[in-house]
């Protein structure tokens, strides 16, 4: 069973940066995707970027393109979310979220994901 733990989230003002952080543990799969996802107040649960772990590969949504960047540290099999220039509208609950498997893109639906972690709020002020 794979375990997901983020941290990192908190309060900041427009502008502003955060860096989120998920370690994942019990993990034995050749293939493997990793992503971020965010949930605002009456919306649905979308995805903000994803990144293969074998190959690298990163994919992001055009909201934050530019502004997020997301990476791996192997070695310590750990997911990292670099926020820039955060804005009001990236006010949400940040989820990590894994697959095993080599089909990393963006368009993956939420229910495609089968590990999750427990969420980590980010609040972005004007």
């Known amino acids: 069973q794979v375990q997901l733990v983020e941290s990192g989230g908190g309060s900041v003002q427009a502008g502003g940066s955060l860096r989120l952080s998920c370690a994942a543990s019990?993990?034995?799969?050749?293939?493997?995707?990793m992503g971020w996802f965010r949930q605002a107040p009456g919306k649905a649960r979308e995805g903000v970027a994803t990144?293969?772990?074998?190959?690298?590969?990163?994919y992001y949504a055009d909201s934050v393109k530019g502004r997020f960047t997301i990476s791996q540290d192997n070695a310590k099999k750990t997911l990292h979310l670099q926020m820039n220039d955060l804005k009001p509208e990236d006010t949400a609950i940040y989820y990590c979220?894994?697959?095993?498997?080599?089909?990393?893109?963006?368009?993956?639906?939420?229910?495609?994901?089968?590990?999750w972690g427990q969420g980590t709020q980010v609040t972005v002020s004007s």
């Open positions: 979220a894994a697959e095993p498997t080599d089909i990393c893109f963006l368009s993956r639906p939420p229910s495609a994901w089968t590990y």
């Open positions: 019990r993990y034995t799969y050749r293939y493997f995707c």
């Open positions: 990144i293969s772990i074998g190959s690298g590969s990163t």
